[in-house]
């Protein structure tokens, strides 16, 4: 079959497995070339399945050396093999048993789907379908079994020996040169969350004893002579642990948990059940080769990923559809997470600036889908931004519709009810629905419908009558395959500031809810707010209660007033943003003639803020310093798109204030000087987050003085963020001092690969016409690797995240970014589809660079063999 012939999964096609497998024995004896996996399935008919079915089992790359139904081999007659498996034509209308033997080759598997070695160390990726990769199965979230796995390898080899669950026995074979381990799960899993790990790896460990008092032994592994970078993880994994007792009531459930770092990943990090297996990049920490926001991420994505054992794992999903449903809630569990050990505005911030770069822009181009998809052709290309930070966002606004304390009770009634189960986004709203007595029924169009809405507030104050009126519309863009669309139900939480700060709310209309949200659930409403003695400046969208556009008819004077003002953080935030962004529409449409003016603006309320209390939040502060990026404003202008242009005004929007700010962020550079030992923990993060934000700037403003700062900076610090800081200030800078200090990082940290990425995508960023050929040059840099995929989204990515160089006018970055596209497609088609995606806003571009982005797509879409990842890909970016 020609990938672009793949058949298009629906929703509504969904019927329940005619087949269900109670426990899986896997004998497994890891070999680099020749593992031998042999599997015992006991299966029998599902009762609410179809009767009579034909059992037909998954089957991907692989061939059965043998297979025995009730211990008899099976007739060849009486099973077919295709592409996608074996089905067994009329199996025995009652429980039986099946054992198939299979031989893979864990060396091959560049894919890095199934088994597969990295670095010597054999390790699995099931998610979403990689468990048939192994052996024959009924691949589907909704089929769980209970699975014990008996894993043998040579000693010398892989002295570790890990898979989910519980141990239950180990030893060494006669001979004393191999040994085997058996895994028990007594927790039915889909296949999906199957994993093992086999090699020579070292570990930190810590005794934890759960709240309901289990006793449990955490573990984090990590490539020999790495120990000393997993305390950060198996820390962040104790706190998180914790919280999610506290928080929700949700205890551990096995022995041990494990936690696996390697370094070939198609993604972040897996939840497999008790053996989490994580990208090393989101592991290993020390001061030296990982930075603040790594260290944050780490904790992040532990927590996610520990969270998952309910979210996702206790409840799993029933289909792929309902992916959001584990994803979009544990995404916004780590989040509260993140926002109560951190600062919950700065985490919110940062959330939000994530969501518009990555998730706004999918919903405003080709690729948009709605949070849960109807139909796809392949799975693995909707992990995405949609369905993990938006469905967050769902998440987030339930709790704010229905309350805390029902979101609560909704919460506890859903582990209650659905534990064990393979679940559905409806059965997770009824449980909200029943323990908030209210209507969710318009809330779900959320999932189901794609696009970004955008809302247009305007309002009128009456002096007569000392009321205020707000005038709130809503409307969505139409989406691909999607062109009629109905209103949602938005959540506005506001707040009305007047000159000693928050007016009282008071209205009689039933649109506004308690804690000050008013809720649009139709095209538009007005509310009118009464008893103000004075004119209100309206605060809406408090911290970011839905995500949505706001089109806001304020002028600049009263943003400036609700930036210093306002009592919601965010919305302070929010205020200089708008500003900014305003003027970077304009001068980004051609129009700069405000820019000057803007920029004078900024400066002002910038250095009274620097001046008052900034310094007593520095992580916020810096928040506050940082404009929208580029990418932004070419997102909000949406059409016409002239990269050059949007980069030049912010280029000089960031140079006026670097230039009107000087003295300040100079002064604010000397009072945040650090003394004392590196610490990761948040305000100490936070101060050096604003001391390198200035960097940027100066560097901006004054380009010999920031180099001076830099290279100083660069000389003195003892931690990798003033590090990267100081090269990334000095990448704005053209000269030979920059490149004498890319050439001295790049040979500081020759051996470090993941500080390499680092340093890789900080030159592909550079926003200059020498780029493409210098990425061109470092593919052939030692360190770099195609088959690496974190080498692949450090230097490749970055290229492809690069909005003046990718989107270079003759069409170079396409091509270049198509052709290795085309290139990784023949190794490992995940990685080569997600670096496709980087295509995903080529239509609002202006019409040369379009016509050029869309041949680009089309060679690659034309390209003979390509994967269903990539065709697939192809086909929606150019439908
Ligand atoms: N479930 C994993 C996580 O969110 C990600 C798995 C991604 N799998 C994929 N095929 N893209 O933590
Ligand atoms: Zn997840």
């Not at 299979?102 to 010597?120: C, E, F, H, I, V």
């Not at 199965?137 to 043998?152: A, K, N």
């Not at 919950?344 to 939000?352: L, S, T, Y």
């Not at 052939?780 to 974190?790: D, E, I, R, V």
Request: with cysteine; charged share 25%.
């Amino acid at each position: 079959m020609r990938a672009e012939d793949a058949p298009l999964i629906r929703l509504e096609d969904y019927r329940p497995s005619g087949w269900l497998i109670d426990t899986v024995d896997l004998d497994i004896v890891l070999d680099p070339t020749r593992t031998k996996v042999r599997s015992q399935l006991q299966l029998r008919p599902n009762p609410a399945g179809h009767a009579g079915a034909p059992l037909v089992l998954d089957g991907d790359e692989l061939a059965p050396d043998s297979i025995l139904l009730d211990e008899v081999p099976l007739d060849p007659a009486l099973y077919s093999l295709s592409p996608q498996g074996l089905t067994i034509h009329a199996p025995p209308a009652r429980a039986f048993s099946l054992r198939v033997e299979t031989t893979l080759d864990p060396g091959a598997n560049t894919k890095l789907m199934g088994l597969y070695r990295s670095s010597g160390v054999y390790c699995t990726q099931c998610e979403a379908d990689g468990f048939r990769r192994i052996t024959y199965f009924l691949d589907r979230p909704d089929v769980m079994s209970v699975y014990t796995v008996r894993l043998e390898a040579r000693k010398a080899e892989a002295p570790v020996l890990l898979s989910n669950g519980n141990l239950v026995a180990a030893a060494e074979l006669p001979g004393g040169e191999r040994h085997f381990a058996v895994w028990h799960d007594p927790h039915p899993k889909p296949a999906y969350l199957f994993a093992l790990v086999g090699g020579k790896l070292d570990h930190v460990r810590q005794p934890y004893v759960t709240a309901d008092g289990r006793k449990v032994e955490l573990a984090v592994y990590v490539e020999p002579g790495k120990a000393g970078r997993a305390g950060w993880a198996l820390e962040s994994l104790v706190r998180c642990m914790r919280w999610d007792e506290r928080v929700f009531g949700r205890n551990y459930d096995l022995d041990v948990f494990n936690v696996v770092a390697v370094s070939d990943f198609n993604m972040g990090a897996m939840e497999n059940k008790g053996l989490n297996i994580f990208n090393d990049k989101y592991v290993l920490a020390d001061p030296l080769t990982a930075s603040d926001g790594d260290y944050a991420s780490i904790e992040a994505i532990i927590a996610h990923e520990y969270f998952h054992n309910w979210t996702g794992n206790r409840i799993t999903c029933r289909d792929w559809f309902q992916l959001c449903l584990k994803e979009g809630l544990t995404v916004f569990r780590d989040q509260e997470f993140s926002s109560d050990e951190r600062s919950r505005p700065v985490k919110r911030i940062a959330d939000v600036r994530t969501l518009r770069s990555t998730q706004f822009s999918e919903d405003a181009g080709p690729l948009a889908h709605p949070v849960r998809p109807r139909a796809y052709k392949e799975i693995n290309n909707f992990y995405t931004p949609t369905v993990y930070e938006k469905g967050a966002e769902l998440i987030r606004m339930l709790k704010v519709l229905i309350g805390e304390d029902a979101f609560a009770r909704g919460m506890d009634l859903y582990f209650e009810r659905c534990d064990g189960t393979a679940a559905t986004i409806e059965e997770f709203l009824d449980c909200l629905v029943e323990a908030s007595g209210q209507d969710l029924a318009h809330f779900a169009g959320w999932y189901e419908q794609a696009g970004t809405p955008t809302v247009v507030a305007s309002g009128r104050y009456d002096a007569q009558a000392k009321s205020y009126t707000l005038q709130l519309a809503q409307s969505t863009p139409a989406t691909p395959g999607q062109s009629e669309k109905r209103p949602v139900v938005i959540p506005v939480a506001l707040g009305l500031v007047g000159k000693g700060g928050d007016l009282p709310l008071a209205s009689t209309s039933p649109a506004l809810k308690a804690g000050g949200v008013v809720v649009l659930d139709q095209p538009s409403l007005s509310v009118t707010f009464t008893d103000l003695p004075e004119a209100p400046t309206p605060s809406l969208l408090r911290g970011f209660s839905a995500p949505v556009r706001l089109e806001l008819d304020l002028g600049d004077s009263e943003l400036l007033r609700l930036f210093s003002a306002d009592s919601d953080s965010f919305n302070r935030w929010q205020a200089l943003q708008t500003v900014a962004t305003r003027a970077l529409v304009r001068a980004g449409k051609g129009d700069g003639s405000a820019l000057d003016t803007t920029a004078t603006d900024l400066a002002k309320a910038l250095s009274e803020f620097l001046a008052g209390p900034a310094l007593a939040d520095p992580a916020f502060a810096a928040q506050v310093l940082r404009l929208p990026a580029p990418a932004d404003i070419a997102r909000e202008i949406g059409r016409d798109v002239d990269p050059d242009v949007v980069h030049g005004a912010h280029r000089r929007l960031s140079a006026a204030i670097g230039v009107a700010l000087a003295d300040h962020l100079a002064g604010l550079r000397q009072d945040l000087g650090e003394r004392g030992p590196y610490s990761p923990a948040a305000a100490p993060a936070g101060r050096r987050a604003l001391r390198n934000e200035a960097l940027g700037l100066i560097a901006l403003g004054a380009p010999a003085e920031g180099a001076r700062l830099s290279l100083a900076q660069f000389a003195e610090a003892d931690n990798l963020t003033d590090r990267l800081a100081a090269l990334a200030a000095m990448t704005l800078i053209p000269g030979a001092e920059r490149e004498e200090l890319i050439a001295r990082f790049g040979e500081l940290y020759a051996r470090e690969p993941l500080v390499l990425d680092k340093w890789l995508m900080a030159q592909a960023l550079i926003a200059e016409d020498g780029t493409l050929a210098r990425v061109k040059g470092l593919m052939n840099h030692s360190a770099f690797s195609l088959g690496n995929p974190n080498r692949v989204r450090g230097l490749i990515g970055g290229f492809a995240a690069n909005l003046t160089q990718f989107n270079r006018a003759d069409g170079e970055g396409y091509a270049f970014i198509a052709d290795i596209v085309i290139a990784l497609d023949r190794t490992n088609p995940q990685v080569a589809s997600r670096l496709l995606g980087s295509f995903k806003s080529w239509r609002m571009l202006e019409a040369g660079r379009r016509a050029k982005a869309e041949a680009a797509l089309r060679m690659v879409q034309t390209t003979p063999n390509l994967s269903r990842d990539v065709a697939d890909i192809a086909a929606r970016s150019l439908g």
